[in-house]
């Protein structure tokens, strides 16, 4: 059995190379989106980096790019009811890509980069991130419509890994036919494979399978880790606050979702708020909207009819909440609209005041007559009365369950872990205790 | 390079592998932790979010919150001790404004914008569409404001106590025409009545240019007079 060569024939073949390289940007753009995830284990709001060079540049703060928009949904992590926030997806790609590199480099150092069954486990590893990436970003693309560069970088490192693994092994297999035809007789001129993989044994099937055990290690224990350690937040629930009157007026509350559970919850919203817009889906994609009967009132951050801020941060959405009103039992269909067109919607009442009402009337014509009639404007003025009187915080979304408020930092990452232990409280009937 | 160093290096490279991430999470998290217990430190003394409150213009001045209160103290819309219903006389008007009816009106000069001035027929209590359609305007632009005045006056022809009758179902009128369109249980408590009959605080020719239901011609003291004057008051007491 060989056992010596030279340390010049440890020579990474460019396949190899464009392996390690793929790796390594993977595992620094996975790393730079799961620290930028991790932040956000503060409770506090955070920019987040979106460069297709990873962690370079500032933080964007201000939530509109394609990675604040794909961190913050309900696909950037999972177990979110268990733990806060969950456990990011990022986290695993760090260690499937730097055990892909892992892998490759081993490939190097021990000969066996003209290794058939050890370049396919390669390219079999390789297929990990790529089919990830492939459905990850179909949810960004068309699920979220966002395009987050960091995770752009992600799905070309994953497209790298596999393509150099597959070089990998498909060379491996030309060296496998023209080492047959050599041993035939057959005087074909061929490359021949380094010194060292001339000497070094091939790699065993118990080999592979310690791998492919190591492989499975690397990933899930960093999410073990995170999962053990990630805080436990649960003495924050329902420490944010009640309503002080939680009866609203019954024609100004617009029920949201199922209606069936007995536990009651008031959703402050601004139909054109991108918040708002993401608290929908992650409460959707949480299956916990099944526990509670939801009702919203409205609450537009616009100055055409919010007194409460000195100029419109969501321009047309009085008008879009009006037509909310307007629409009765429709109000669903016209949320699901705004939420649908927020950023025409803001951007033409941006520039045109009466943009907004114009839309409304295209896409619901029987609603023109009632948007901005004097009662369509009363009774959402009464909404806005409503948030007085109980002295909200100006800002969207807001959500109260039973009257108890969910934290602000407890909408976006922690929704699922804090919504679900509210709703057992509010059903074992222990949120809100008895007044003596 | 001998394999057993190639396999030394592979070995290292794996429990680096195994190990880093683990560790950095936890730096992650300590940190995390870290952060939070530094903010909550400092929670207290970060400004808080701005909170929804009533509108406080500043044409709200200490004159304006004085009559305002004493209006709607005695008028029945907040506190104990109101004038025992709804709406005040011009006896209680005059006594409660403790100014003069010139004076009085100047108090509202700052709401012209908001304002309407619904003129009637003479010796009539009858909104026409006109007239409903624009207390319906006024209404709507209610605002951040707590308060929506109703003060209604009578012309001098008649009897002093015929115009007081007469601007007191004036008042009334706007207040029926509220609660028939907008159905909101809130008005008994925003809504405040005052009538002047043609006792107190006449309009004066400056209020023509003021939005009114009347036509462009109806701008005599005397039609402007046969008139419920409308407004949010965005005063917080």
Known sequence: M??????????PHPWTILVLAGAFAGCAFALVSTADFAAHLDRQVHGI??????????????????????????????????????????????????????????LALLGWQHDRRATAFLVLATLVPVLTSASMGFISFVTLGA????????????????????????????????????????????????????HAEPASLVALAGAFAFGVSVTLVPALVYGAAAPDYSDYVGTCGTLDQPEAPADVLIAIGPQQASVTAIEVLDPLCPACRG?????????????????AV??????????????????????????????????????????EE?????????????AARSMVAERFPELAGCVGSPTARARLNRALRWAVANELPVLTPQLYVDGVRVCDADTDLGLDYTLRRLLDRAEAGTLRPEAP | MSAKIGLGVVAFAGMVLLALPSVVVLSWIGGAEDRLAIEEGQAAAAPAVATAAAANESYCTPDLQRVLRRVLQSCGLVGEGGAGGRGCQPVQARQVATMRGSDFNALFIPMAERAGIIQFDRDSAELDPEDQRLIEQVFAERGGASWFFVVSRASPEGSVEHNRELSRERAEAVMGHLQRTFQDPELDRQVGLLWLGEEYAQLEADFCDWRRSGGPGACRPADLNRSAFVAWIECRL
């Not at chain 1, 961190?71 to 890509?97: C, D, E, K, N, T």
């Not at chain 1, 927020?342 to 009466?354: H, T």
């Open chain 1, 2 to 11: 060989p056992t010596r060569v030279s340390i010049g024939s440890v020579r």
């Open chain 1, 49 to 106: 980096h979106c460069s297709f060079l990873p962690g370079v540049g500032t933080p964007d703060v201000s939530g509109a790019t394609g990675c604040h928009v794909t961190l913050m949904s309900p696909y950037s992590s999972v177990l979110r009811q268990a733990v806060w926030g969950g456990v990011p997806v990022s986290l695993p790609a760090i260690s499937v890509f730097g055990f892909i590199g892992f892998w490759a480099l081993a």
């Open chain 1, 147 to 198: 395009a987050c560069k960091l995770c752009i970088g992600i799905y070309v490192s994953s497209l790298l890994v596999f393509v150099g693994a597959l070089g990998l092994w498909l060379r491996s297999l030309g060296d496998r036919r023209r080492g047959a035809s050599q041993m035939g007789g057959t005087s074909v001129r061929s490359r021949a494979p380094d010194a060292h993989a001339k």
């Open chain 1, 279 to 295: 608290f929908e889906d992650r409460l959707d994609a949480s299956g916990l909207h099944e526990r509670v009967s939801r009702q």
């Open chain 1, 298 to 339: 409205l609450f537009p951050l616009d100055d055409q009819c919010n007194w409460m801020i000195d100029e419109a941060i969501h321009p047309g959405a009085c008008t879009v909440s009006e037509a909310m009103l307007c629409a009765g039992e429709r109000a669903e269909e016209v949320l699901a609209w705004a939420f």
């Open chain 1, 342 to 354: 927020q950023e025409r919607i803001r951007e033409a009442a941006a520039a045109e005041p009466g």
